[in-house]
C-alpha cells in the first residue's frame, strides 16, 4: 500500500474490522476522517446530537454483537459523547468512540475546546488510547475491537489528533485472530451437576450474558431437561419463550413482587449469565444464605450476598450442555412452580380489557404486545414505563426487547430504534419511551426520517418524570420539582414531516398502533397514562403473602 494519511489508514482499519455504520457529527478535528470515510464502504449516518449517536452505536452492538461505532469531534463534541459510550460499558454493549482532538503541537498549552479525552474517557470505558504516531493505527484500532467484543464487551475510546490525521503512512490493517471458545474444567461442571441433581427447589435466574452466547436454545433444554423454573433479569428478556411452563418472567424491580417468593423458597440459584449491575444480589439473598452456582464466561464479581459453591467458567452453552449430561432430577418435581407462575400470568391477563382513560400502564403494554409480532423490536426508554415494560412485556424471542439497565440512561430509546432498524428493517420497530426521556433525543426524528428508517414512538405521557415522583411518594408521602409543560407532540412530528397520532381512548390504541406501524414514516403516539397504578402497584406488593 503507497502512503496514504493516518485518517485514510484509520477508515481502511475499521473495514477491516466489518463496519458497516459510523454514527455521529462533523467537526473541525475530524475533517480528514470524515474526508476519508467518504470514499469509502461505511455508510455515514449524521446525527442531530453526539449522544444519539452514541446510543445509536449502543444498540447496535447489543443486537449485532459487533461494535458499533461513533464519531465525534473535540471538547463538547465528546463530552456530549459521554453518556451514550458509559450506556454501552455499563450494559455489556460493543462500543468504539473516535474523537477528533486538537494537534499534538497544541496540547502542551491552554488551548482553544482542548480537554485531555483520553483521562475523560478512562472511568467509562473498558480501555481507550490516543493515536501518539500514525505506524500504530492499525494496532490500536485492532485492540479496540478486540476489547470491545471481548466478553464482558463493553465501550472503548481512540483519539485522533488533528496532526496526526493528517500525516502520511504506510501500513495495512492487521488481520483478525479467531476468538476461540474458552471452555469450563470437568471439576466445576461435576460439581455442578451434584449440587444441581440433590437441590429440592433450585431456581435459574438468567441474565443478558446468556442471550450474548447465544445460549437461549440450549438453555430451555436445560430448564425443560431438569425442571428447573426460570426467572429472567430485564437485559434478559426472550432468552426463554414467556410461554414457557417453567418462565417466572422477569426479576428486578427494586422493591418485592411475586416473582420475590421462588427466590424465597429456593434451596439453589443458578446464575447463568448474571450480571450484578442489573439486580444486586443483596435484593434477593441479603444474608447470603442462598447455595449459588455460577455459570458465566467470567469469574464471579465479589459480593458478601454472592459467594458460589462453584463457579463454571466458560462458553456458557457448552457449560450447559454438559452439567446436563450429568445432572439428575428424575422424579423430582418443581414445588409451586405451576400455581405461581399462574399468580403472575393473572397479574398480566387481568387489564386485558380495562377502558379506564388516561390508559393504565398495564393495559398499554397489553396491546402493545398484542400487535408485535414474536420477531418484533422494541427499545425501552429509562422511566416509570421502564418498570412496567419489564414486568409485563414478555418476549418469546432474545433482543426483542432492549433495556437499558446498567447505566440506565434516558433518552435511549428513539436513537436506539433508528439502529435496530438499520440492523433488522424486516422487523417492526418500537421505541416506548416517557415525555421526559422523548424530549432528550427527540431530534433524532429528523435522523430517523433522512436516513429511511420508519418505526413507531410510543410515549407514555404525563407530564413529569413518573419514576422520581413514584419514589418521591414511597420515601416522603408527597413529590415535588417533577412535573412539567409539554409541546403539542402530534404537531411537533408534522414539522418534520412524519406523521403524529393521539389517543383519547383504549379503543383507538391497538388501531392507531397497526396504522402507525404501517407507514413508510416514522411515526409518534402520543397516550396519556396514569401512573396512579405506581403506587397501587407498590401498596399491594407491600401486602404480598406467598402461597408457597
Known amino acids: 500500500m503507497g502512503d496514504i494519511n493516518t485518517a485514510e489508514l484509520l477508515v481502511r482499519c475499521l473495514e477491516n474490522e466489518g463496519v458497516e455504520y459510523v454514527f455521529g457529527l462533523p467537526g473541525e478535528e475530524n475533517l480528514h476522517v470524515l474526508q476519508a470515510m467518504r470514499y469509502s464502504s461505511i455508510k455515514f449516518i449524521t446525527t442531530r446530537h453526539e449522544q444519539g449517536a452514541a446510543f445509536m452505536a449502543d444498540v447496535y452492538g447489543r443486537l449485532t454483537g459487533k461494535a458499533g461505532v461513533c464519531l465525534s469531534t473535540l471538547g463538547p463534541g465528546a463530552t456530549n459523547l459521554m453518556t451514550g459510550v458509559a450506556d454501552a460499558n455499563l450494559d455489556g454493549a460493543p462500543l468504539v468512540a473516535i474523537t477528533g482532538q486538537v494537534g499534538t503541537d497544541r496540547m502542551h498549552i491552554e488551548s482553544h475546546q482542548y480537554l485531555d479525552l483520553v483521562a475523560m474517557f478512562d472511568p467509562v470505558t473498558k480501555w481507550n488510547a490516543q493515536i501518539v504516531r500514525p505506524s500504530i493505527t492499525p494496532e490500536l484500532v485492532r485492540r479496540a475491537f478486540k476489547i470491545a467484543q471481548s466478553e464482558k464487551p463493553g465501550a472503548v475510546h481512540i483519539d485522533v489528533p488533528e496532526n496526526i490525521a493528517a500525516m502520511p503512512v504506510t501500513g495495512e490493517p492487521l488481520g483478525k485472530d479467531a476468538r476461540e471458545k474458552t471452555y469450563a474444567s470437568f471439576r466445576s461442571i461435576g460439581k455442578a451437576a451434584v449440587a444441581i441433581s440433590k437441590a429440592k427447589n433450585p431456581l435459574i435466574l438468567v441474565g443478558n450474558?446468556?442471550?450474548?452466547?447465544?445460549?437461549?436454545?440450549?438453555?430451555?433444554?436445560?430448564?425443560?431437561?431438569?425442571?428447573?423454573?426460570?426467572?429472567?433479569?430485564?437485559?434478559?428478556?426472550?432468552?426463554?419463550?414467556?410461554?414457557?411452563?417453567?418462565?417466572?418472567?422477569t426479576v428486578g424491580l427494586q422493591q418485592r413482587d411475586r416473582v420475590s417468593c421462588a427466590f424465597e423458597e429456593s434451596d439453589l440459584i443458578i446464575a447463568i449469565g448474571y450480571d450484578l449491575i442489573e439486580y444486586s444480589p443483596k435484593k434477593w439473598n441479603p444474608?447470603?444464605?442462598?447455595?449459588?452456582?455460577?455459570?458465566?464466561?467470567?469469574?464471579?464479581?465479589?459480593?458478601?450476598?454472592?459467594?458460589?459453591?462453584?463457579?463454571?467458567?466458560?462458553?456458557?452453552?457448552?457449560?450447559l450442555a454438559e452439567i446436563m449430561k450429568q445432572a439428575d432430577r428424575a422424579g423430582k418435581p418443581t414445588p409451586h412452580a405451576a400455581e405461581l407462575r399462574g399468580d403472575i400470568r393473572a397479574d398480566y391477563e387481568y387489564y386485558a380489557n380495562d377502558d379506564g382513560f388516561p390508559i393504565k400502564p398495564q393495559k398499554l403494554i397489553y396491546d402493545l404486545r398484542q400487535v408485535m409480532g414474536p420477531e418484533d423490536i422494541v427499545i425501552s426508554d429509562v422511566g416509570a414505563h421502564k418498570m412496567w415494560m419489564a414486568r409485563h412485556y414478555h418476549c418469546d424471542r432474545p433482543n426483542t426487547c432492549i433495556i437499558s439497565n446498567g447505566f440506565a440512561a434516558m433518552g435511549i430509546a428513539l436513537p436506539g430504534a433508528i439502529a435496530a432498524k438499520l440492523v433488522h428493517p424486516d422487523r417492526n420497530i418500537v421505541a416506548v419511551t416517557g415525555d421526559g426521556g422523548f424530549m432528550m433525543n427527540c431530534q433524532e426524528?429528523?435522523?430517523?426520517?433522512?436516513?429511511?428508517?420508519?418505526?413507531?414512538?410510543?410515549?407514555?405521557?404525563?407530564?413529569?418524570?413518573?419514576?422520581i415522583?413514584?419514589?418521591?411518594?414511597?420515601?416522603?408521602?408527597?413529590?415535588?420539582?417533577?412535573?412539567?409543560?409539554?409541546?403539542?407532540?402530534?404537531?411537533?412530528?408534522?414539522?418534520?414531516?412524519?406523521?403524529?397520532?393521539?389517543?383519547?381512548?383504549?379503543?383507538?390504541?391497538?388501531?392507531?398502533?397497526?396504522?402507525?406501524?404501517?407507514?413508510?414514516?416514522?411515526?409518534?403516539?402520543?397516550?396519556?397514562?396514569?401512573?396512579?397504578?405506581?403506587?397501587?402497584?407498590?401498596?399491594?406488593?407491600?401486602?404480598?403473602?406467598c402461597k408457597i
Open 209 to 249: 450474558g446468556a442471550i450474548r452466547a447465544n445460549a437461549s436454545e440450549v438453555l430451555t433444554e436445560f430448564a425443560t431437561r431438569l425442571n428447573i423454573p426460570v426467572v429472567n433479569s430485564f437485559m434478559g428478556k426472550g432468552v426463554i419463550p414467556y410461554t414457557h411452563p417453567l418462565a417466572l418472567w
Open 287 to 319: 444474608e447470603g444464605k442462598i447455595p449459588i452456582i455460577h455459570i458465566a464466561a467470567n469469574p464471579a464479581e465479589i459480593d458478601s450476598s454472592y459467594i458460589p459453591i462453584v463457579e463454571v467458567v466458560g462458553d456458557i452453552a457448552d457449560s
Open 445 to 467: 426524528l429528523e435522523t430517523a426520517l433522512r436516513v429511511g428508517t420508519p418505526f413507531v414512538t410510543l410515549i407514555f405521557n404525563d407530564g413529569g418524570y413518573g419514576l
Open 469 to 545: 415522583e413514584w419514589k418521591q411518594q414511597n420515601h416522603f408521602g408527597e413529590s415535588a420539582f417533577v412535573h412539567f409543560g409539554n409541546p403539542d407532540f402530534v404537531k411537533l412530528a408534522e414539522s418534520m414531516g412524519l406523521k403524529g397520532y393521539r389517543i383519547n381512548s383504549v379503543a383507538e390504541l391497538i388501531p392507531t398502533l397497526k396504522e402507525a406501524m404501517a407507514q413508510d414514516v416514522p411515526t409518534v403516539i402520543d397516550c396519556p397514562v396514569d401512573y396512579g397504578e405506581n403506587l397501587r402497584f407498590t401498596q399491594k406488593a407491600g401486602d404480598l403473602s
